[in-house]
């Protein structure tokens, strides 16, 4: 009661269950305790019929041998690995086909949002048309259109579509000459990390340059030949410690080099294009949400139209584009868990397909592959928080 | 509107957990009784096993299985309801209870049998996997097929003995793995794979959904012993003897001569085996809590076990897979089981 004078109206003594605070602090507590009660008695109830059941539970499960094959493994695995091991197998395969889904959609989504605003009548039209029927049409479907139109249009590994004997596609993937490092070319991966980080070096250092006298260095080029030319060099004097594994046709199919598989082409297809629709329109919002008088301020100060999209459009359009965007990288990210159904080794079908079948832990393998893409989503949402702050406009 | 709002919370709680606690009140047995029909787990179509006709109605040896023990307990075949379960969803239908019985073309293995609060009935197929490959490659033995890629269904047994198969033999191969029957076959078709592999029984159903079914072929070799049975839930052996007695019942009729067209005039019979399986002298239906004539029941309604797998995979069907294995043992199969006396 620090605020006398403000409550002239209540009595000096005012009850207990009519003061808001109070009256508020009450019904969260009890709130929380329902909704923990709630919980506990979930779980024990769960535990206590699986018990009665006869029903095994824990996770000692996962240092058994799992003993089936997965098709992509970006690590080492057989069929005399743990389920541990298919957990890992089926995360990572999950990772990489949203991670490609991710930059590829929003590749095609900036251009695509970009040419949707073009003063070209056809590029404007075909954006359009692009966006309208990839947006409408479920991605379940477009996954089965991408993958079997793929399977059922090329040929047989014996009739690949080959390039100078080296590259091979048909119907089990993409086969492309491997590189397979030897003993002495450590050296060179370490030209190719120390250039990197000299070249990010140069970079701060031109722009400091530019800010405090206002002459310009072109990065581009010096980056270029030390990029290039560094790792190059150390290649050359180590004695060329690498060559390619190339893939050749044995028996029905091909061995050795490098596969995409059609299940990870198709998924990625899928997911970036389908994504990609939704990532343009985000983006043409975005650009239209600066008003034309700034690109008007940006030509009277004599800015080139190049210049003015980059530093005073896309600056702007940015802060409007982030906070969908991420629920786009979300989405696609849960979305491909719908790689079951056309046989690509994800998550959802290695772990909490093949694994619970086989092991029958079916509260277990869900909760983790619930856990899982809980995590994922909440790392790209803290990711791009992060970015969107650092692309938020800056008050002085 | 706060306290309103907590009290139908707490409400809402209670209510599940009274929900929850009669799951496992009362049997089996006598829940199933008590509301009139036999809940039973089915594929989602497998032609022969259980799939729907033209007409909408179930059909196979899996979907007779049902029918014989609601005809057992209830005299009438048709008290059975049934749920499509694809193959990952099923044994966790059977656990929660969804279910009462759950006969879908299931491999008895011991990891399911023990660990899964699950019991096996007993064996209503016995299969084994095979392979399915094109013509075109000119392969006569699943032996030639190193380094070959296999289409398979996940959440099968298959993918391990396919594993087993190929290690055992010291060929290389890729699996790849479809979330149901219909997309492997379609990539079968499409030439993803070199081969497909499957129980046989279901590789001649799947070829019969091929475009051209005489452009495939399946390989003689059988890789795996796949007995396939009714299961249950652990806990109730009441149930469990019922679902058990119901395909005795129907093999051993088929032993003792017994047919649906017949049943009538057995039951005069002066053989006093057949007399026993009859219910007519001897062996009472109580001891499985249920009528003196559940046996005659299922031979009346659903047939020995010889007619019905004639009628749903043998002869009479569109699959026409001979007896094999699954011929009585006194006819060079497998099937036997204990005497009803």
């Not at chain 1, 075909?126 to 309208?132: F, G, Q, S």
């Not at chain 2, 007779?64 to 694809?86: I, S």
């Not at chain 2, 990539?187 to 079914?213: H, V, W």
């Not at chain 2, 053989?271 to 001891?287: A, H």
């Amino acid at each position: 009661m620090a605020d006398e004078t403000s409550e002239r109206d209540i009595p000096a003594k005012p009850r207990r269950l009519t003061d808001p605070k109070f009256r508020a602090l009450v019904f969260q507590i009890l709130a929380s305790i329902t909704v923990a009660a709630f919980l506990f008695f979930i779980v024990r109830n769960t535990l206590h019929n699986m018990e009665l059941r006869g029903i095994s539970t824990g996770f000692g499960f996962l240092d058994r041998v799992s003993g089936f094959g997965i098709l992509q493994s970006l690590i080492e695995y057989d069929e005399s690995s743990t389920y541990g091991r298919t957990f890992l197998v089926g995360l990572l395969n999950t990772l990489l086909v949203s991670a490609l889904g991710v930059f590829f959609a929003t590749l095609i989504g900036f251009v695509m949002g970009v040419l949707r605003l073009s003063s070209n009548w056809l590029i404007n039209k075909l954006a359009t048309v692009y966006i309208e029927t990839f947006r409408n049409i479920p991605l379940l479907l477009q996954i089965f259109f991408w993958y079997f139109a793929i399977g059922f249009n090329l040929p047989s590994p014996r009739q690949s579509i080959t390039v100078g004997e080296s590259l091979f596609l048909n119907n089990r993937g993409l086969y492309l000459p491997a590189p397979v490092f030897e003993d002495g070319f450590m050296a060179t991966g370490l030209a190719i990390v120390g250039s990197i980080i000299a070249v990010i070096f140069l970079a701060r250092w031109a722009r400091k340059r530019f800010e405090a006298t206002g002459q310009l260095f072109h990065t581009v080029y010096a980056s270029l030949a030390i990029l290039i030319g560094v790792p190059t060099l150390v290649y050359v004097a180590t004695g060329m410690p690498m060559h390619l594994d190339y893939p050749t046709l044995q028996g029905f199919n091909f061995k050795g080099g490098l596969t995409v598989i059609p299940e990870l082409f198709a998924l990625t297809l899928a997911l970036s294009i389908y994504t990609g629709a939704f990532i343009a329109e985000t983006v043409r919002s975005g650009i239209q949400s600066v008003s034309h008088g700034q690109t008007e301020a940006a030509s009277a100060l004599g800015l080139r139209p190049s210049w003015t999209l980059r530093l005073v459009v896309i600056p702007q359009a940015m802060r409007v584009i982030i906070p969908p965007l991420t629920s786009q990288y979300l989405n696609l990210t849960k979305n491909s868990s719908l790689a079951a159904a056309i046989g690509y080794p994800d998550l959802v079908a290695v772990f909490a397909g093949t694994t619970l079948n086989q092991t029958g832990q079916a509260v277990e393998v869900i909760a983790i592959t619930m856990s899982v893409y809980l995590v994922l989503s909440l790392v790209i949402s803290v990711f791009m928080n992060w970015y969107n702050a650092k692309m938020a406009l800056r008050e002085r | 509107m706060k306290i309103l709002r907590i009290s139908v919370l707490t409400a809402v709680a209670t209510a599940g957990m009274a929900l929850v606690g009669s799951a496992h009140a009362g049997t089996t047995f006598d829940a199933v009784k008590k509301k009139g029909f036999v809940q039973c787990g089915v594929s989602t179509g497998l032609p022969g096993f259980s799939a729907t006709d033209d007409k909408g109605a179930w059909k196979g040896i899996d979907v007779d299985a049902c029918r014989a023990v609601a005809a057992a307990l209830f005299g009438d075949a048709n008290k059975v309801k049934y749920t499509p379960l694809n193959a990952k969803e099923r044994f966790t239908a059977l656990q929660s209870g969804e279910v009462d019985m759950l006969p879908r073309n299931t491999t008895w293995t011991y990891t399911r049998d023990t660990s899964l609060g699950l019991n096996f009935a007993g064996v209503n197929y016995y299969d084994g996997q095979g392979f399915m490959v094109t013509k075109k490659l000119g392969v006569k033995s699943a032996k030639e097929l190193s380094g070959a890629q296999v289409c398979i269904q996940a959440g099968t047994t298959t993918e391990l003995n396919l594993a087993d198969y190929f290690r055992a033999n010291k060929m290389e191969y890729k699996a790849i793995t479809y979330d149901s029957s219909d997309e492997t076959v379609k990539a079968f078709e499409s030439g993803r794979c070199d081969m497909l592999t499957s129980d046989q029984s279901q590789l001649y159903a799947l070829r019969i959904k091929l475009a051209d079914p005489s452009s495939a072929i399946v390989l003689p070799e059988i890789i795996s012993k796949e007995p396939l049975g009714p299961v249950v839930r652990q806990g109730d052996d009441e149930w469990f003897n019922l679902v058990r007695w119901s395909l005795f019942a129907q093999l051993n009729a088929e032993e003792a001569g017994i047919t649906m067209k017949n049943v009538d005039e057995m039951m005069k019979s002066a053989d006093p085996n057949v007399r026993r399986i009859l219910g007519v002298e001897g062996v009472k239906g109580e001891f499985l809590g249920v009528d003196d004539k559940w046996a005659y029941n299922i031979i009346k309604q659903v047939g020995n076990y010889g007619e019905m797998f004639e009628r749903n995979v043998g002869q009479g069907s569109a699959l026409k897979i001979s007896r094999g294995q699954n011929a009585l043992w006194n006819k060079g199969g497998i099937q036997y089981a204990p005497p009803i006396r």
